[in-house]
T-cell receptor, first 117, second 106 residues
Framework: NAGVMQNPRHLVRRRGQEARLRCSPM?????VYWYRQLPEEGLKFMVY????????ESGMPKERFSAEFPKEGPSILRIQQVVRGDSAAYFC???????????????FGPGTRLTVL | KNEVEQSPQNLTAQEGEFITINCSYS?????LHWLQQHPGGGIVSLFM???GKKKHGRLIATINIQEKHSSLHITASHPRDSAVYIC????????FGTGTRLQVFP
């Protein structure tokens, strides 16, 4: 059973370009979480998705950031018109199901390191 | 003040030493996670616990819900244990501590 997969592992973009980060959850997992780790800072929650639904996007910046988890295919985190401050490691995690309080173990992907020049 | 505080921020040890990393939190939680992040950046979930104590190999995690405190212990530490150890608590989402950077020297 392959773990959580993220690609690309490293992504370089110039200011103003778009960045698309992909996350394939573990087989059988229908819940996906995105986290951001800024340089020298801790991980911060961004968004929680189920298939075709955004459940909690309270950690997403209001502009330029969007996420989806379609019925088929990986979850995508999209950053439009990137700026230098978007440079960070973006981690995806998945879990098999969600109960009240989100108590399930989350399995993390290897992360995508975004560098904005 | 952060909702999840870890101490120490940095820790160095000689191989074989007993290691303790502490985590205190100020919010109501349903569970607490200990994660390990290696220099390459990947994150591994070590423990999820909501009460008592769990053990896996040389790693032991304890939690005291009343005192809102958890500890991660590493017995007989080894250089391969060198990593950042992150405490995270479940509210309606995961809230992370800033991590403890552990270096174990041979």
């Amino acid at each position: 059973n392959a773990g959580v997969m993220q690609n690309p592992r490293h992504l370089v973009r110039r200011r103003g370009q778009e960045a698309r980060l992909r996350c394939s959850p573990m087989k059988g997992h229908s819940h996906v979480y995105w986290y951001r780790q800024l340089p020298e800072e801790g991980l911060k929650f961004m968004v929680y998705l189920q298939k075709e639904n955004i459940i909690d996007e309270s950690g997403m910046p209001k502009e330029r950031f969007s996420a989806e988890f379609p019925k088929e295919g990986p979850s995508i985190l999209r950053i439009q018109q990137v700026v230098r401050g978007d440079s960070a490691a973006y981690f995806c995690a998945s879990s098999p199901f969600w109960t009240s309080g989100n108590t399930d173990t989350q399995y993390f992907g290897p992360g995508t390191r975004l560098t904005v020049l | 003040k952060n909702e999840v505080e870890q101490s120490p921020q940095n820790l160095t040890a000689q191989e074989g030493e007993f290691i303790t990393i502490n985590c205190s939190y100020s919010v109501g939680i349903s569970a607490l996670h200990w994660l390990q992040q290696h220099p390459g950046g990947g994150i591994v979930s070590l423990f999820m616990l909501s009460s008592g104590k769990k053990k896996h190999g040389r790693l032991i995690a304890t939690i005291n819900i009343q005192e809102k405190h958890s500890s991660l212990h590493i017995t007989a530490s080894h250089p391969r244990d060198s990593a950042v150890y992150i405490c995270a608590v479940n509210t309606d989402k995961l809230i992370f501590g800033t991590g403890t950077r552990l270096q174990v020297f041979p």
